[in-house]
């Protein structure tokens, strides 16, 4: 029913920065929290941020807190995550994800959200 794509990962030095795009199709944008993970080689998938379908309310991991921003343009249904001063520890596949529609509460865990993109490429160098 949603179809999400991400875009706007690549190579990128330590301590640069890097924005990547989510945009969404199907069922009503507005209505759908969204959340941005990542998954490192060799680990789990990992929760980064989080912003909620009412008052666009933020969350963040403790990792990227101060450093990344997520953001949402409704006209656009469109996703954003600014990343700044990035880290090689950083270096990740990204993925977008939503919730379900108009859920309340902050949703950080993978097993909250129903629909994913097909995740887009982070490297960063040391």
């Known amino acids: 029913q949603v179809q999400l794509v991400e875009s706007g990962g690549g190579l990128v030095q330590a301590g640069g920065s890097l924005r990547l795009s989510c945009a969404a199709s199907?069922?009503?944008?507005?209505?759908?929290?969204m959340g941005w993970f990542r998954r490192a080689l060799g680990k789990e998938r990992e929760f980064v941020a989080a912003?909620?379908?009412?008052?666009?309310?933020?969350t963040y991991a403790d990792s990227v807190r101060g450093r990344f921003t997520i953001s949402r343009d409704n006209a656009k249904n469109t996703v954003y995550l600014q990343m700044n001063s990035l880290k090689p520890e950083d270096t990740a596949v990204y993925y977008c994800?939503?919730?379900?529609?108009?859920?309340?509460?902050?949703?950080?865990?993978?097993?909250?959200?129903?629909?994913w993109g097909q995740g887009t490429q982070v490297t960063v160098s040391a």
């Open positions: 912003i909620t379908w009412r008052y666009s309310s933020t």
């Open positions: 994800a939503a919730d379900s529609p108009r859920r309340g509460g902050v949703a950080r865990r993978v097993d909250e959200y129903d629909y």
């Open positions: 199907g069922g009503t944008f507005s209505t759908y929290s």
